[in-house]
């Protein structure tokens, strides 16, 4: 059935075919699951979980789509309703989905659910058995990150990162975002979410940052995951982005089979970077959210 020929009709016929539930699973870590039946036979199912970190910082329960797939386009639209109806009754303010940008079909679902896009991504690959890392330009002095650094660069985090989604979508306060912003740096060099985040500096004055981290993926494979890469305004144009980057790609060298960093589309500066330092394009993807304050 093709999207522009589904009405409301064609929906309600579609669920008098089949036996539709929701399970609602443990909410003490907020998961909830849309299961789409048809004669015993699963042909949906979509899984959310509450985005912890989120709600707590904006103070309103956020949940994220994890996992969604369907047979067709109507089995996508009532799957997704059953689990909008569902994070509903679990008090959901904001659901979030990113999907893969060849998705059509769920794309446009959601559009029809009142979905709005709010992010269009790009993740590059390197292989550093494949290609040796570029080496850094001169001049630019990079290391492993001090407290005193990590407190210099915070404001730097709330002032580089505007193509962000959080910056994007109108249900997030600017201020929010802008703390969500430092806590993420923080959180990567004291709380465990990088490895090691690597700093340029000039003197005593910390100038940008890079955060590396190694994550396990199938068969025994190890990614090198580069979340965040910033430099200060005041000191951009002097190739410190692009020593950052070698650098980390050196880390990265022993320690993984791949290296993966993801940026929005529009980026342009950070995409002439990575392509800059051997990275080539992987995958792309589109964020989508709808708030449900008031939402029916």
């Known amino acids: 059935m093709r999207l522009e020929q589904l009405t409301s009709a064609a929906v309600r016929d579609l669920q008098s075919r089949h036996t539709s539930a929701v399970e609602v699973g443990p909410l003490a870590d907020g998961a909830l699951h849309a299961v789409l039946l048809r004669d015993e036979r699963l042909e949906g199912i979509s899984s959310v979980v509450r985005s912890a970190f989120d709600s707590d910082l904006f103070g309103a329960p956020i949940f994220r789509v994890t996992h969604a797939a369907a047979v067709d386009a109507a089995a996508f639209e009532l799957v997704h309703r059953l ?29 029809r659910l009142g979905f709005r896009i709010v992010d269009i991504g790009v993740t590059f690959r390197l292989a550093p058995s494949e290609q040796a890392p570029p080496d850094p330009p001169g001049g630019v002095e990079v290391g492993p990150a001090t407290d005193r650094q990590i407190a210099q660069l915070l404001d730097t985090a709330t002032s580089i990162f505007r193509t962000s989604h959080f910056y994007v979508d109108p249900f997030y306060p600017e201020e929010q975002a802008n703390e969500l912003h430092r806590r993420w740096l923080s959180n990567c060099h004291h709380g465990g979410l990088a490895d090691v985040v690597l700093t340029s500096r000039e003197g005593d004055v910390a100038t940008g940052f890079v955060t590396c981290k190694v994550v396990a993926a199938a068969e025994g494979r190890r990614i090198g995951d580069i979340a965040l890469v910033g430099v200060h305004r ?38 002439n970077l990575y392509e800059k330092c051997g990275f080539r394009l ?8 709808k708030g449900l304050e008031g939402d029916e």
């Open 282 to 289: 992987l995958a792309s993807d589109i964020t989508l959210s």
């Open 83 to 111: 689990m909008l109806d569902g994070v509903r009754r679990a008090g959901a303010r904001q659901l979030v989905r990113r999907i893969d940008a060849a998705s059509f079909a769920e794309l446009w679902t959601l559009q």
């Open 234 to 271: 005041q000191h951009q144009g002097k190739r410190i982005g692009t020593a950052l980057v070698a650098h980390a790609l050196r880390w990265f060298a022993s320690r993984c089979d791949d290296v993966h960093v993801r940026t929005q589309a529009i980026n342009y500066g950070a995409v």
